[in-house]
């Protein structure tokens, strides 16, 4: 078996040039080695972004542990290398490698790649590229690993399906079991074959086995053969979760222990792609989630536990398990942390019961300006709730709120965004000595969500409502920090979010154009985008600003998170009654969206 | 609080060579909370390890002769602390001696005369380099040839830093038309 050593090749000085170099050693603590007369089958776990970023990823974590937990299976971690060491390795001739038994990523028997972040399409090609393996899945002999795909954005992964042979939709603790059984029978026979017998999974999609067909006008004009159901875990408690995970010596981005408390979100956020696809609402028990906890801070060391969800503060046994877990980590002097916050006084309670939170400010998203436009989008918060929140976490002693809000939503008006700049005055006024700090992002219309049929708003519009903002926002003083998000980036990732199969060739041409790293601005460039779409005769707009209709057949219509399209309908004429939907619970308020 | 002071000696070797002073100070105290062992937190919202380190070692360098110094709560045989810590860290982060101090003993920066590194160069430049030794003419370093590297003594004398590692290469990569492959920190002349 080739070895990538990667200090034989550099020299030290080349190391040296190298951005944080720590980032391609590898041997971090808890990291698995199998031997390799043991192996009987390996899987990369490729992630197509940064150390930093992928190594902080819990699904990654959770695949990891399942894998190398099964007999005769070797599960090694690959990162996209920032663009200084890319260079390095195509000069070099280093093959793409991974970080435990540093082989090269086409030797492989699989490469399971998680899709985050639509913006990281071009990383994928960059990662199939560096490790010699051809890009398209058609192209790719017998010789190369199954390119197996994850993550949300496999819930419309049309844009990349060109490049993958399959994905998996929906949580991977028990399919990847099943996937691996499957490929460890099947070794030696053809990729058809094994495709085939993939595709017999619940939750696997083989984009090669399924066809679309269009309109002239460029709409789908029929996708078959039959729909796939994502697969989602029943009980959290019994789902395998790492008891032991790798620590990095990087400082990334998350580092700290990950505690994944509950899965699915019951608020039903009309903008949010997460509380769709991740449904149904799911808990893991606080006896679990403290068994886990500690067990973790023996194997790791790490100083802090950080308790996952959608919505920390709607966890039923939340005030219990944070009083019995900081109780019990005390000693060792371990923090808890809890993002996530619901926007009330409960949670500023919760989280003023934890030590570490004196720390900066705390995080909250009211999302929209006004009381209307909240309600547009089922984020059902009055002023008051808002001002009650903020007025508890400044008089509980925090310095700082930093609060979220998106512009360009549907049905938004200027009073709309006139109204985020009086909340911020009136939050002002309420608070003496004390600060805001806002991050305002456009809002891209998703998939699977009851805005998937909304149009995109255009940048010039974007910009303007910016320079209403700016108007309000700058009179108000150094009291006030806010940053907005890249509109034009935010363009791209709207288009590939809702794309269909023929936007893989503007992906590959964007990639030859040296397209990496994308959700990085110092690399991004629009133009690069504008010119490969025009280069394969798609328009942007098309994808982008563009109102569906009910009946259109959408990129994804094949694939399905469980919640069905009356239901996402309906919440889209709701939101243009200006109407809310209340929380669902299992036996009460139930909405019948399909999932359970 | 009784306190119970320990100075301990580990290596960084290669591939750690590539991680920075702040990443190995959190290894460390990733590497005490594992083991359970007794150590003196820092006050505050984020709690560490009270570690007092030496001069921190240059990304890119090995090193034979790390130190820092460590509190205690509770006191321990110098081998268990040393045996227990091997348990939670690769064998090229070896820890290769632990001593007890008394509480009053001076720092490692205070302590410390002088520090001994060796730089390696390709075996071809073997025959040049003893030439070129000769006229660079720094008075206080003494030069010796071992095998195929080159051993410079002295970085420091008293107190007073004459060269860093990096700047000490720079000037034999001048003379001599090449980089070392590597470069080690033998060890801390006391």
Redesign the interface.
């Known amino acids: 078996m080739e070895v990538v050593d990667l200090e034989k090749i550099l020299s030290r000085q080349e190391m040296l040039s190298i951005s944080k170099p720590a980032r391609y050693i590898g041997r971090e603590w808890n990291m698995s080695m199998k031997k390799e007369e043991d192996v009987e089958i390996s899987v990369a776990l490729a992630f197509p972004d940064l150390y930093e970023i992928g190594m902080s990823h819990l699904g990654l974590k959770i695949l990891y542990h399942i894998l190398n937990s099964l007999p005769g299976v070797r599960a090694e971690r690959v990162f996209a290398p920032w663009p200084d060491m890319g260079k390095m390795m195509k000069e070099k001739n280093i093959p793409l490698y991974s970080l435990e038994s540093k082989i090269p990523l086409r030797s492989f028997d699989v490469v399971g790649m998680s899709l985050q972040h639509e913006l990281n399409y071009t990383n994928v090609l960059y990662l199939l590229d560096l490790a010699g393996i051809p890009l398209w899945s058609e192209e790719r002999g017998e010789e190369f690993p199954l390119i197996l795909g994850g993550g949300p954005c496999a819930f419309n992964p049309e844009p990349v399906s060109s490049f993958f042979d399959v994905f998996l939709l929906g949580e991977g603790e028990e399919a990847i079991v099943e996937i691996v059984e499957v490929l460890k029978a099947m070794k030696s026979e053809k990729r058809d074959n094994v495709l085939s017998e993939l595709s017999k999974i619940e939750g696997c999609y083989v984009p090669r086995f399924y066809s679309v067909s269009y309109h002239p006008d460029g709409k789908i004009k029929s996708i078959s053969p039959g729909v796939v159901r994502k697969r989602w875990i029943k009980d959290l408690d019994s789902a395998p979760y790492p008891q032991k995970i790798i620590v990095p010596y990087l400082n990334i981005v998350h580092d700290r222990i990950p505690l994944e408390i509950s899965r699915g979100c019951t608020r039903g956020c009309r903008f949010c792609q997460a509380g769709m696809i991740y449904r149904p609402h799911r808990e893991r028990s606080p006896e679990k989630v403290i068994e886990l906890a500690e067990k973790l801070v023996k194997s790791t060391g790490y100083e802090e536990v950080s308790l996952l969800s959608l919505s920390s503060t709607d966890y039923s046994a939340i005030e219990y398990l944070v009083r019995e877990l900081s109780f019990r980590l005390k000693e060792s002097k371990v923090n808890v942390s809890l993002p996530s916050l619901r926007m009330d006084a409960f949670s500023v309670g919760i989280a003023q019961s934890l030590q570490e939170v004196r720390r900066s400010g705390l995080t909250f998203a009211p999302e929209a300006g006004s009381e209307r436009l909240r309600r547009v989008i089922n984020k059902g918060l009055t002023d008051e709730d808002i001002f009650q929140t903020v007025g508890k976490t400044f008089s509980s002693g925090w310095r700082e709120v930093k609060l979220y809000f998106m512009i360009g939503l549907p049905g938004e008006r200027e009073e709309d965004i006139r109204g985020i700049a009086n909340l911020v005055k009136e939050i002002l006024s309420r608070g003496k000595k004390r600060g805001v700090h806002l991050g305002i992002s456009a809002f891209i219309p998703k998939s699977h969500t009851p805005f998937q049929w909304a149009k995109e708003e255009e940048i010039e519009s974007l910009e303007e409502k910016m320079a209403i903002l700016h108007s309000l926002l700058r009179p108000l003083g150094h009291r006030v920090r806010y940053n907005w998000s890249d509109f034009e980036v935010n363009l791209i990732e709207g288009a590939l979010s809702r794309g269909d199969r023929r936007i893989s060739s503007v992906i590959e041409r964007v990639y030859r154009k040296g397209g990496v790293m994308n959700n990085w601005r110092e690399f991004f460039s629009l133009q690069r985008w504008q010119e490969a779409f025009e280069e394969e005769g798609l328009n942007l707009n098309f994808y982008t600003h563009r109102e569906r209709e009910r009946e259109e057949i959408f990129p994804w219509e094949h694939l399905s998170s469980g919640v069905n399209k009356d239901f996402l309908w309906k919440e889209y004429q709701l939101s243009q009654e200006e109407k809310i939907t209340p929380p669902c619970r299992e036996g009460e308020n139930c909405y019948n969206c399909g999932v359970c | 609080m009784d306190r119970f002071r320990y100075r301990v000696k580990h290596q960084k070797m ?3 060579h ?3 002073q ?3 100070s ?2 460390w ?8 062992l007794p150590v003196v ?1 820092s006050q505050g ?4 390890p009270l570690l007092s380190f030496g001069p921190a070692l240059p ?2 360098v090995e090193s034979r002769a790390e130190y820092w110094d460590v509190s205690l709560s509770r006191e321990l045989f110098p081998e268990e602390l040393l045996n227990t810590l091997n348990g ?3 064998p ?1 982060l070896k820890i290769e001696e632990v001593t007890p101090l008394p509480p009053s003993f001076p720092s490692i920066n205070r302590s410390m005369k002088g520090i001994r590194y060796s730089y390696y160069f390709s075996p071809s430049l073997k025959e040049r380099a003893s030439s070129l030794t000769e006229e660079m003419e720094i008075e206080e370093e003494k030069r010796e040839l071992i095998g195929e590297f080159l051993v410079v003594f002295f970085l420091f004398k008293k107190e007073k830093i004459l060269y860093s590692p990096g700047e000490w290469a720079k000037i034999l990569e001048k003379e001599w038309g090449e ?5 080690v920190k033998e060890e801390v002349l006391w």
């Open positions: 290669a591939p750690f590539f991680i920075s702040l990443d190995l959190r290894l105290s990733r590497a005490f909370r594992r083991a359970g937190y919202f984020n709690p560490r990304l890119g939670e860290v690769f090229e980089d070392p492959t590597r470069i």
